[in-house]
T-cell receptor, first 113, second 118 residues
């Protein structure tokens, strides 16, 4: 079974530009989560999809961040326009309903200069 | 407001000895606790978990202890091996919703860097 995959692995953009991160969850996993880790601090929750619906987006920093999961499969997280404080590692995770354990992807390291 | 705290940024242990990583939480709604291990340039990997109805869970060299009254949990690794060197994150989850829907977000601590010396 393939794990959670994320693309790209690393992105360097200038302040004000747009970046789109992609996550492909494990096949059959209805739940998809986005997290972010900034500057070696804790991993912080951003949002949670159940299939194509946003279950919880309480962790989204502001309206410059837009997450979608069309068709309930892969998800994208767009940052527009990017700011310096958006730099960090963005992780995607997935699991089935009724499961506490989440399976994480390798992350996308975003650097905004 | 940090609801899950790992107060030791780093821990250094000799191979073969015990590693003890600690975690404290403040939110009484947390019902399930997990430990994740993370190597550089990789995502966190699930290691072991414990439900709030238990006080101990063991899996091979890894044991997690939960003290609900103190809102404290710890991860014991015995014996420690050089390959255990990684960042360890404690995470907590709230109780699942009635009706069995998804369990939702994890709240993580800051992580503890464990170094096991040969």
């Amino acid at each position: 079974e393939a794990g959670v995959t994320q693309f790209p692995s690393h992105s360097v953009i200038e302040k004000g530009q747009t970046v789109t991160l992609r996550c492909d969850p494990i096949s059959g996993h209805d739940n998809l989560y986005w997290y972010r880790r900034v500057m070696g601090k804790e991993i912080k929750f951003l949002l949670h999809f159940v299939k194509e619906s946003k279950q919880d987006e309480s962790g989204m920093p502001n309206n410059r961040f837009l997450a979608e999961r069309t068709g309930g499969t892969y998800s994208t997280l767009k940052v527009q326009p990017a700011e310096l404080e958006d730099s960090g590692v963005y992780f995607c995770a997935s699991n089935r309903g009724y499961s506490y354990e989440q399976y994480f992807g390798p992350g996308t390291r975003l650097t905004v200069t | 407001d940090q609801q899950v705290k790992q107060n030791s940024p780093s821990l250094s242990v000799q191979e073969g000895r015990i590693s003890i990583l600690n975690c404290d939480y403040t939110n009484s709604m947390f019902d399930y606790f997990l430990w994740y291990k993370k190597y550089p340039a990789e995502g966190p990997t699930f290691l072991i978990s414990i439900s709030s109805i238990k006080d101990k869970n063991e899996d091979g060299r890894f044991t997690v202890f939960l003290n609900k009254s103190a809102k404290h949990l710890s991860l014991h690794i015995v014996p420690s091996q050089p390959g255990d060197s990684a960042v360890y994150f404690c995470a907590a989850s709230p109780r699942g919703r009635a009706g069995g829907t998804s369990y939702g977000k994890l709240t993580f601590g800051q992580g503890t860097i464990l170094t096991v010396h040969p």
